[in-house]
């Protein structure tokens, strides 16, 4: 049976981050521990002046093969998974001679370090670190008597010489799961980077919680959490700094993804600001500044934008900030802000200012995956442009060099449109943007009724769906969702294609009149 307390009489420290170690040592030292060590942490603790003793004093073997044989022995790891209690055990111990280790401290070869830098497949191999996982994964099995530290974070925990059981039982599960997210690391590597494999028979995921859990999910009966990507790649919502305001919710971490995904294709563009409300943009606009670019969004639909998600493209100033709170906002998205703009959100102190760097990159290839009853689905995520070459125009009428522009925009931002999706666009401005109905028809109409609504609070002569361009995320599967853009004022049009009743589909583009033009690829969100 485990004892409770179990204090330190000999500890192995083998670090590759020596953050804090000679600390530690000192304090354990202070203690009447026995230090262990290896290679460049041992030389780190005797240039600190404390007494260390080699591993290969320990085991009778000297370090060979480039360090690759070191801790692999049995008087380390017999040392470490002897059960304290087992008769059996401790007469083998007596036998060979093996003491026993109370406290391991280990953190591995810098593999995902190594891997960022760009370095070449036989570095990246050798760091593949084999002696510390084994000392881990033995250590953290005999948690009823060995405390094993993989976190300089916990270094606090041990340092007054003994540990308790409750306390080794944390450690232990701490250290497997860091031991799990090492092996999912190389294993990635080795699929994706080494192998080139698109969808690997076992898929290595490592997700890492960030903060405490979240209140609540999308709805207050549902517990959440969220997990936020490692890796030097990571980059988005969950690597973005909160400058200020109250803690993100489940909804604000989705909200604010989807914002971040769609003013990412805009991240070379002139000013863009994005708003989005569950999810699904709710106006989009390109101008001049961004002052103006937000105040055009916001038009679009200035009820659906209360308690939104802001996101813009290029660094916040005092002027859009303004014009930002004058409105409930729930979180804004940008890759920076000025001292002013700061300033002014400050007044808000629940509305969150999250700051992502550089935007990223829309073409970045990746995994995305949903779960469903019984298993996930994943697919690459949708990197999709629009091909120049790819691009027909299948009406009569060409479109003007402002309509394929306006197509242009509407495409983009339907993309990021829940399906089924209809967006009229005109003069780099949403319109009216019909998103998650049942039928193409319906979204269309929707979309056309909002552009109303919004003209009628403005106070405009007319809606801006008259000489709109109008996207449709997939085709049009009859002639009848075209029809309601045309009644709704649209000049022109761009989809997919591919419907079986195209022809149909053309024919009543050119009896409107309209220019149409066919993309050869769809962007069902859903």
């Known amino acids: 049976m485990p004892t409770d307390i179990v204090p330190i009489r000999r500890a192995l420290l083998s670090v590759s981050d020596k953050t804090g170690i000679v600390d530690l040592a000192k304090a354990l030292a202070a203690q009447g521990v026995e230090l262990v060590s290896t290679g460049g942490s041992a030389t780190a ?81 050798e760091n593949i670190d084999i002696g510390g996982p084994s000392m881990v994964r033995s250590a953290a099995k005999n948690h009823a008597f060995v405390a094993i530290v993989t976190d300089p974070a916990d270094y606090a925990m041990i340092a007054r010489g003994e540990t308790t059981l409750d306390e080794r039982r944390k450690l232990a599960a701490k250290a497997f799961a860091a031991t799990a997210t090492y092996d999912s690391m190389i294993a990635s590597w080795f699929a994706f980077a080494d192998q080139g494999e698109r969808f690997p028979q076992t898929l290595p995921l490592v997700l890492t919680r960030s903060g405490e859990e979240l209140r609540y999910g999308e709805n207050p009966h549902q517990a959440a959490a969220f997990y936020a990507a490692t890796g030097p790649a990571a980059r988005g919502i969950g690597q973005a700094r909160q400058v200020q305001g109250k803690a993100l919710s489940y909804n604000n971490l989705n909200d604010a993804d989807a914002a971040l995904e769609l003013i990412a294709e805009f991240r070379d563009a002139d000013p863009t600001c994005v708003i989005v409300k569950h999810a699904n943009p709710c106006g989009v606009a390109t101008a001049a500044t961004l002052a103006e670019a937000y105040e055009a969004a916001f038009a679009c639909d200035t009820v659906s934008a209360f308690g939104g998600i802001i996101a813009v493209n290029r660094p916040l100033d005092a002027a859009t900030a ?58 690459s995520r949708d990197n999709g442009a629009i091909d120049e070459d790819a691009l027909r125009v299948v009406t009569k009428r060409q479109p003007t060099p402002q309509e394929f522009a306006d197509c242009r925009f509407a495409w983009t931002v339907a993309k990021h449109v829940k399906s089924n999706a209809i967006v009229y666009a005109k003069h780099g401005t949403t319109a009216g943007v019909g998103a998650g109905q049942m039928n193409r028809l319906e979204s269309a109409r929707i979309a056309a009724w909002k552009a109303k609504d919004a003209a009628d609070k403005a106070g405009w002569a007319e809606p801006h769906t008259i000489g709109s361009a109008v996207a449709s995320d997939a085709f049009f599967p009859f002639a009848d969702g075209l029809l309601a853009a045309v009644e709704a004022g649209a000049t022109a049009v761009i989809q997919p294609g591919g419907s079986i009743r195209d022809d149909e589909v053309i024919a009543a583009a050119d009896e409107a009149g309209l220019a149409m033009i066919f993309t050869g690829i769809r962007h069902f969100r859903h």
């Open 45 to 125: 603790l005797r240039d600190a002046g404390l007494a260390v003793r080699d591993v290969s004093d320990l085991t009778g073997f000297p370090e060979m093969m480039d360090g690759r044989v070191k801790t692999l022995h049995p008087m380390v790891h017999g040392g470490l998974l002897a059960v304290r209690d087992d008769p059996e055990h401790v007469a083998a111990m007596d036998e060979h001679g093996i003491g026993a280790i109370d406290l391991v401290v280990v953190n591995l070869y810098p593999f995902a370090q190594t891997v960022a830098k760009g370095a070449e497949r036989d570095e990246i191999i």
């Open 322 to 379: 303004q014009a930002i709170t004058g409105i409930f906002t729930e979180v804004v998205v940008a890759p920076d802000a000025n001292a002013d703009a700061v300033a002014l959100f400050a007044a808000k102190k629940n509305l969150r200012l999250l700051l992502t760097g550089d935007l990223p990159d829309p073409r970045r290839p990746g995994l995305a995956a949903k779960s469903i009853t019984g298993g996930w689905l994943v697919q």
